[in-house]
């Protein structure tokens, strides 16, 4: 009897295996996945993005399939990056931002890259959290990603996840930094407008953070004047236009604005849409649009080449064994680091 038991409950527990491995063979399917994707489905795009970030190696297959099929269908959005220091109100931002465009009938990505700790290679990947009112939104997707090791803080599939969103039909792609180190020219690449989001009275006023951000920035958007802090999100306005002033003129036709908002309190986020709608008409106008859309294509080529190459230079076994052996003999001070460089790219 008891056998008989312990039988059909070994069958009941095959069969269950057996349901979920095909499920999960389903799942995986790249026709069925595009299917998904193309018809809006939310947890099919968060597994696709999650097959895009992933670093092994039998997910690449799927994923060149997965960008192949949705290549067509993906290019119909305005992407916006979104970079500021931390603490100067971004995810604030985003989230009213976002409810902004929805309730104008948009339908909104947000790309949100959390920073990595150097030394847990923890991350918190707490945005959805931070924006809890627009995730609850049916025409908004989140998606809080790991910035790991990958320059500045930009993950390192971003791209591809661009396409993946806009295949699924959102036509508005809000790209968001840590705000530290390079990660802005990274953003600046694979985005049509770049808002710089500062506050005031963080003594950077005159020196506009870095020179480079700057001249990056399309737009500039003075957050928190509300309050107290009025005054000086107006003395702070006029010094950054007349930092912009001193740029020469760009290519585009386009001279950077500066506005100022406060995303706790909801003011000032028409204004600043209206200014990105005129960017748009502008840039669409005079062809530089497209014209940009086809560097940042040529870039990504190039990117991710030089990923390509990297990856496949560090996993070639000998490469390991003499990574060390060269480690090693710095360490001893027996090399020099360009000296060991030079024998391990002649390997």
């Known amino acids: 009897m008891h056998q008989q038991e312990n039988s059909q409950k070994e069958n009941v527990s095959s069969k269950s295996a057996e349901r979920i491995k095909s499920l999960r063979r389903k799942q995986l399917d790249?026709?069925?996945?595009?299917?998904?994707?193309?018809?809006?489905?939310k947890p099919a795009l968060s597994q696709a993005i999650t097959s895009v970030e992933s670093r092994s190696f039998k997910h690449r297959k799927l994923v060149s399939k997965l960008i192949e099929g949705c290549l067509p269908r993906a290019n119909n959005s305005v992407r916006i990056g979104i970079t500021g220091v931390p603490g100067v109100g971004k995810s604030t931002f985003i989230e009213v931002f976002g409810n902004y465009l929805i309730n104008r009938g948009k339908k909104?990505?947000?790309?949100?890259?959390?920073?990595?700790?150097?030394?847990s290679k923890g991350s918190?990947?707490?945005d959805k959290t931070r924006m809890a009112?627009?995730?609850?939104?049916?025409?908004?997707f989140i998606r809080p990603t790991a910035s790991g090791e990958s320059l500045g803080g930009v993950a390192r599939k971003t791209r591809e996840s661009i396409i993946l969103c806009e295949a699924a039909g959102y036509d508005t792609i809000l790209i968001e930094t840590v705000g530290v180190g390079q990660s802005e020219t990274v953003v600046h690449s694979m985005?049509?407008?770049?808002?710089?989001?500062?506050?005031?009275?963080a003594g950077d006023e005159l020196q506009g953070i870095k020179r480079g951000i700057m001249e990056m920035a399309?737009?500039?958007?003075?957050?928190?004047?509300d309050g107290e802090n009025k005054k000086a999100t107006r003395q702070a306005k006029s010094e950054f236009r007349k930092a912009l002033h001193l740029y020469p003129d760009r290519e585009n036709n386009w001279k950077p604005k500066v506005k100022t908002c406060s995303a706790l309190y909801n003011s000032g986020i028409e204004s600043i849409w209206e200014m990105i709608k005129n960017y748009f008409k502008l840039t669409e106008s005079n062809g530089y649009f497209q014209q940009k859309r086809n560097e940042q294509n040529k870039y990504w080529l190039l990117q991710t080449i030089n990923e390509e190459l990297k990856n496949n230079f560090y996993k070639r076994p000998e490469i390991e064994s003499a990574l060390e052996k060269e480690l090693k003999a710095i360490e001893d001070q027996e090399t020099t680091p360009f000296h060991a460089a030079q024998r391990l790219l002649n390997m």
């Open 133 to 140: 009112e627009l995730v609850k939104q049916e025409n908004a």
């Open 218 to 225: 399309d737009a500039i958007v003075i957050n928190k004047a």
């Open 108 to 119: 909104v990505a947000v790309l949100a890259v959390d920073p990595t700790s150097s030394i």
């Open 191 to 201: 985005s049509d407008f770049f808002l710089l989001l500062k506050i005031a009275g």
């Open 30 to 41: 790249p026709e069925v996945l595009i299917d998904r994707i193309l018809k809006g489905d």
């Open 124 to 126: 918190i990947l707490g």
